[in-house]
């Protein structure tokens, strides 16, 4: 509750990227997919996990409003 509340009060131009979109689904949040572990340990992502949050940061800073 307090993160939503958090990011509702951002201006619009910040881009917020949370992993559970990548790494969750309506049921579960995973710490493997497609047979590659998305973290290192249980505070780090891996690289395959940290690579697919990076082409999210990419896609977001790459689009124009």
């Known amino acids: 509750a307090f ?3 958090f990011v509702r ?3 619009a131009e910040v881009n917020v990227i949370d992993p559970a979109k ?3 689904d ?3 949040c995973y ?3 497609d047979g590659k572990s ?3 340990d249980d505070n780090h992502m891996s690289l395959y996990g940290s ?3 990076a082409k999210e ?3 977001a800073s790459l689009r124009v409003d």
Do not use: H, R, V
Request: hydrophobic share 50%.
């Open 3 to 5: 993160i939503n509340e």
């Open 9 to 11: 009060k951002l201006p």
């Open 22 to 24: 990548e790494f969750c």
């Open 26 to 28: 309506s049921k579960y």
């Open 31 to 33: 710490a493997i997919l």
């Open 38 to 40: 998305l973290y290192f």
């Open 51 to 53: 690579g697919i949050i």
């Open 57 to 59: 940061i990419l896609s």
